[in-house]
């Protein structure tokens, strides 16, 4: 498993840096990945929906029961059968969600994927803001910040060997780019890189293990 990871985060970090100057990632878990990757479950995408964290998937299951009907569902639902939205579209979706006092807003939504409908953002961002409010999100995800915190904990330990010195001294120097590590808990098998402007000279580039 350990030796998977790393091969995983070689070819993530490879891919993302076109040029070099590596400077070392943040290692995190993320409100808005787990956010919509809950509501992608619920809305029965099959990949979201695995268990190899059972206990977590449970609790996922369980406090979110009830909002199956909540409109974002079945909105994102004719999303992927309309315009194919899934695997990594979610996740460029994720990245551009900024949570401050339970309240959301979309930003650098010019570059979200073009799988997104942007003529309905400002629709879809307020069905983020219902869900969030009516489900308690905020509650949940603060009742499991230990075990957040211990996945980032083991990812950080699996990252550890890796020589980041390789990288620049292999592709270069280059700007100010921001490298994220993101364990997510409910994307199983699957992994992404997305990336989102922060300002007109860096961007946050993402690996969602």
Same mark, same amino acid.
């Given at each position: 498993?350990?030796?998977?990871?790393?091969?995983?985060?070689?070819?993530?970090?490879?891919? @993302?840096?076109?040029?070099?100057?590596?400077?070392?990632?943040?290692?995190?878990?993320?409100?808005?990945?787990?956010?919509?990757?809950?509501?992608?479950?619920?809305?029965?995408?099959?990949?979201?929906?695995?268990?190899?964290?059972?206990?977590?998937?449970?609790?996922?299951?369980?406090?979110?029961?009830?909002?199956?009907?909540?409109?974002?569902?079945?909105?994102?639902?004719?999303?992927?059968?309309?315009?194919?939205? !899934?695997?990594? !579209?979610?996740?460029?979706?994720?990245?551009?969600?900024?949570?401050?006092?339970?309240?959301?807003?979309?930003?650098?939504?010019?570059?979200?994927?073009?799988?997104?409908?942007?003529?309905?953002?400002?629709?879809?961002?307020?069905?983020?803001?219902?869900?969030?409010? @009516?489900?308690?999100?905020?509650?949940?995800?603060?009742?499991?910040?230990?075990?957040?915190?211990? !996945?980032?904990?083991?990812?950080?330990? !699996?990252?550890?060997?890796?020589?980041?010195?390789?990288?620049?001294?292999?592709?270069?120097?280059?700007?100010?780019?921001?490298?994220?590590?993101?364990?997510?808990?409910?994307?199983?098998?699957?992994?992404?890189?997305?990336?989102?402007?922060?300002?007109?000279?860096?961007?946050? @580039?993402?690996?969602?293990?």
């Amino acid at each position: 498993m350990m030796k998977t990871t790393l091969t995983l985060l070689v070819i993530t970090f490879s891919t @993302l840096m076109l040029k070099g100057n590596y400077n070392e990632p943040i290692v995190k878990t993320d409100k808005r990945i787990e956010l919509l990757s809950v509501i992608s479950r619920i809305a029965g995408f099959d990949e979201y929906k695995n268990n190899n964290l059972k206990i977590y998937s449970e609790k996922v299951d369980n406090h979110f029961f009830n909002f199956k009907e909540h409109e974002i569902i079945s909105y994102l639902k004719q999303l992927r059968k309309e315009r194919q939205i !899934a695997y990594d !579209a979610i996740m460029s979706l994720a990245i551009r969600i900024e949570i401050v006092d339970n309240s959301i807003t979309l930003f650098d939504t010019q570059n979200l994927d073009s799988r997104w409908d942007k003529n309905n953002l400002d629709s879809l961002e307020k069905l983020l803001n219902e869900f969030y409010v @009516l489900s308690d999100f905020e509650s949940f995800y603060n009742s499991n910040k230990e075990f957040y915190e211990v !996945a980032t904990r083991k990812l950080t330990e !699996a990252t550890n060997s890796i020589n980041y010195k390789w990288f620049s001294d292999f592709y270069g120097e280059i700007n100010q780019d921001t490298y994220i590590l993101v364990a997510g808990m409910l994307l199983g098998s699957h992994n992404y890189g997305p990336s989102v402007k922060i300002n007109c000279k860096s961007k946050e @580039l993402y690996s969602i293990l």
